[in-house]
Antibody, heavy 119, light 107 residues
């Protein structure tokens, strides 16, 4: 059974760097075709993809946020870390990590973590 | 980025109704289209992937069709548990993008 869980701060001050950790079980990021991504969803809005890292270290970032994002995998620890710099109030959202495969892009989601950006 | 446009934005229906939600892509995405259901305070749940494949455990009243740029989610007979917000998502090219959502509520 695949599970993912996000962890990190619930409140971040403007200009700070957000660090989120996705801890997962039931699969390995060393398996061909597998990936872990980050998606955020502002209140009452549609989800938005942020970044994706594949089993072979291929990394994708959404272009509008590329300069602010870093995604890293720690295969042996079954974790993926997302860093987002220069946080602003508009970045307030629920942040989800998701499992991807060769057929799907988000078949299993974590429960999400709400991150608020406020001074 | 590929833009996904869903219609309608809101839909009122009754138990037992057949409902259809449409999603249009701004360019050809072949069959790389998924549908999700989301309830308040919960993560989206995958219903359909690769345009028409039913995710394990999803009831057969859900169905997906289409190709290229035009796609449809059909619920053949609405049940009480189906009232939620539905999103389409293309995963043909990154950034993968979602439609704006369709809120399905009780008439």
């Amino acid at each position: 059974q695949i599970t993912l869980r996000e962890s990190g701060p619930r409140l971040v001050r403007p200009t700070q760097t957000l660090t989120l950790t996705c801890s997962f079980s039931g699969f390995s990021l060393g398996t061909p075709g597998v990936g872990v991504g980050w998606i955020r969803q502002p209140p009452r809005r549609a989800p938005e993809w942020l970044a994706l890292i594949y089993w072979d270290d291929d990394v994708r970032y959404t272009s509008s946020l590329k300069n602010r994002l870093t995604i890293t995998k720690y295969t042996s620890r079954n974790q993926v870390v997302l860093k987002m710099t220069n946080m602003a109030p508009v970045d307030t959202a629920t942040y989800f990590c998701v499992h991807t495969s060769t057929s799907t892009a988000g078949d299993i989601w974590g429960q999400g973590t709400l991150v608020s950006v406020s001074s | 980025d590929i833009r996904m446009t869903q219609s309608p934005s809101t839909l009122s229906a009754s138990i037992g109704d057949r409902v259809t939600i449409t999603c249009r892509a701004s360019q050809n995405i072949d069959y790389w289209l998924a549908w999700y259901q989301q309830k308040p305070g919960r993560a989206p749940k995958l219903l359909i992937y690769k345009e028409s494949y039913l995710q394990n455990g999803v009831p057969s009243r859900f169905g997906g069709s289409g190709s290229g740029t035009q796609f449809t989610l059909t619920i053949s007979s609405l049940q009480a548990d189906d009232f939620a917000t539905y999103y389409c998502q293309q995963y043909s090219s990154f950034p993968f993008t979602f439609g704006q959502g369709t809120k399905l509520d009780i008439k």
